[in-house]
């Protein structure tokens, strides 16, 4: 794809040939992941879990964002605790919505000023596209304020959901002081937050949900309900500071954060004619999508009870009529569905097509639960660093015949947490040469000890060596004769490279596979391109590692052309294209709580 992706040197061609991909694979792939995704929304109990947010919720069906006012969300991540204030501006020419009941919290009186619309939006401007930049003509629709966040430490990740939880409310009720000095909240009225959970849940309500498995170092047991927790924590830290009161709270809504973006995204993409906000894609630390699927389409198990109906937004939308008596209990109402992709059920699409190779799964068998989330392995920041290493200590030790034991003690450590950020950056045309890069990041003259890494291993390479420091010894490091070269700093760049593009390949495969899947495109044989052109189906993206590792972002908006163009021709019917959505998580939460209380009729829209 983007720059240079083959090696001079003929011996590294065949060494990263594993990882190599081209449009005839990701096209095959692509179709194997719809097959494969149909197969789990039917079947899996842990992937293509059902959200009660329905289509009519989801999508506003004019242009108008009526709902303004100020609404306390949370993101709670796998890494990082986001508690804050979304301000939803509204549109400026209609009148505030009127709350059923005497101004409570978070509703109508939280509504901006005229000027509100004339401050910036902490992430508006242009939209940086593969294609072009596309401006923004929308002004801002909502704000962040008071914003803070923390990082979740491994020892509150260890500890009994109470230390857990009450750590989380002692946050919340320090961005809501800050909001009742602020705002001039009354202090006797609930404050209505919505939540975003970065894992699974079970939900049958909006406001519900139980807690499945999580992983990333939390021992939280599952079945957990998450929404009672997050009270009883907040009003733990209330009872603690009775010289200052706070308000109560309420959980209005709690979403997935995939499904979070992609609310978000609807909420913020400008709407035109011939353009459908279609998925919201998280590639960051981790991997996952959401998007509408058919109830009809899910094992009668995950469909949830109920489906918040869309009392939000009003109006038609290409002759369907919106008016809240769709019986949105009906199996063919479409419903949010996050869809976990990263899970192991994905792995026989990508073996099928011969894209897993033997250091990705080296890689697995080091995690903590291996072959748990092989899409994720291939194509998430916390791995891509990881699997890089793995494959240069292969390179040198397996095709240049140097001995393992003399590469730089960093390098042999597992899953250093700046590999991935290093190796994003890593590339020809940078003020520092790559063989400075190398030398800089991973020093050949650090002696001394070295901390064991959990397993008490250094990792090896493919071939299955690995170093053992014997347990807590001092472990063997570079050897005063070694030193990086131009040649090994070359072959890491190509690593590097090989591995973004398949990611890039296998991103791209999965969202088409997954439109396809959730019947959002229109058959390869007959279909015409309209007088308006293309429609778009706008996939909305987060995370820094698509973002930023290499040319990820725009080789992924190639590959889905290529796709596009395979399927349908030169004059195709749509287009799908990739448009930023950060901060989807705190933002789409925010967005929740007047969607969930205007569907439960306790606000007007």
């Known amino acids: 794809m983007t720059a240079q992706t083959s090696p001079p040197d003929p011996r590294l061609a065949a060494f990263l040939r594993p990882l190599a991909v081209d449009g005839d694979r990701v ?36 242009k108008k964002k009526r709902n303004q006012g100020r609404y306390l969300a949370i993101d709670i991540g796998g890494t990082n605790l986001r508690v804050g204030f979304i301000e939803l501006l509204g549109d400026e020419s209609e009148s505030l919505p009127a709350p ?41 629709c909502l704000r962040r304020l008071h914003e803070r966040s923390w990082s979740i430490q491994d020892q509150l990740k260890s500890e009994n959901a109470g230390s857990l939880f ?31 959970f970065s894992f699974p849940m079970e939900q049958d309500s909006l406001s519900e949900a139980k807690l499945m498995s999580m992983g990333k170092g939390f021992t939280i047991t599952s079945k957990l309900d998450l929404g009672s927790h997050l009270v009883k924590g907040y009003e733990k830290s209330r009872a603690d500071r009775l010289d200052d009161v706070l308000p109560p709270i309420t959980v209005a809504a709690i979403a997935n954060d995939a499904v979070s973006t992609l609310v978000s995204f609807v909420y913020e993409v400008p709407a035109r004619a011939n353009q459908k906000a279609a998925m919201g894609i998280i590639c960051g630390t981790g991997s996952n999508a959401t998007l509408l699927m058919k109830r009809s389409k899910l094992h009668p198990s995950k469909r949830p009870k109920t489906v918040r ?58 995690v903590e639960s291996p072959g748990f989330q092989p899409l994720e392995y291939m194509t998430a920041g916390r791995y891509l660093g990881e699997l890089g290493r793995i494959m240069l200590v292969d390179y040198v030790t397996r095709v240049l015949g140097q001995d393992e034991t003399v590469l730089p003690r960093k390098f042999l450590r597992r899953f250093e947490p700046h590999n991935t950020t290093f190796l994003s950056h890593y590339r020809p045309g940078m003020p520092q040469s790559l063989l400075a890069m190398l030398e800089a990041e991973f020093p050949t003259t650090d002696g ?9 291993q250094l990792n090896g390479h493919a071939n299955g060596r690995t170093h053992s420091n014997g347990g ?17 700093a070359e072959a890491l760049y190509y690593i590097a490279k090989a591995i973004e593009t398949r990611a890039a390949g296998i991103i791209a495969a999965a969202i088409v596979g997954l439109l396809d899947c959730a019947d959002e ?72 709580v007047p969607a969930s209380l205007a569907s439960q009729g306790l606000l007007k829209a």
């Open 27 to 62: 096209d095959a792939l692509s179709r194997e992941f719809a097959l494969t995704f149909t197969h789990l929304a039917a079947e899996s109990t842990n992937q293509f879990l059902s959200t009660p947010i329905s289509e009519s919720i989801l999508l506003p069906f004019t």
């Open 521 to 592: 495109l229109p058959p390869s044989h007959g279909a015409v391109c309209s007088s308006q052109g293309p429609l778009e189906l706008v996939v909305g993206y987060t995370g820094g590692c698509i973002t930023n590792f290499q040319d990820y972002l725009v080789d992924c908006q190639k590959f889905l052309d290529d796709l596009v163009k395979r399927r349908y021709g030169g004059a195709p019917p749509i287009r799908i294209v990739l448009r930023p959505c950060h901060d989807g998580g705190i933002k789409g939460a925010g967005i929740l």
């Open 472 to 488: 807590g010894g001092a472990a063997a490091h570079a050897s005063p004769g070694f030193h990086w070269t131009d040649e090994i």
């Open 100 to 140: 059923l009941t005497s101004q409570p919290n978070g509703w109508s009186q939280n509504g901006t000023s005229s000027t509100a619309k004339q401050q910036a939006n902490a992430n508006a401007g242009p939209w940086s596209t593969p294609s072009g930049t596309i401006q923004q003509n929308a002004a801002p």
């Open 448 to 456: 001394g000890q070295v901390n064991n890494p959990p397993n008490g």
């Open 166 to 196: 009450a750590w989380i409310g002692g946050c919340i009720a320090s961005v809501v002081r800050e909001g009742c000095n602020s705002f001039n909240l009354p202090r006797d009225v609930p404050l209505p937050m919505g939540v975003t």
């Open 309 to 366: 109906t869309g009392a939000l937004w009003k109006g038609t939308e290409n002759g369907r009529s919106d008016n809240n008596n769709n019986n949105d209990d009906d199996d063919e109402v479409r419903i949010a569905v996050n869809t976990e992709w990263s899970i192991n059920g994905t792995a026989p699409a990508m073996r099928a097509v011969g894209l897993i190779s033997p250091w990705d799964d080296q890689l697995s068998q080091t």
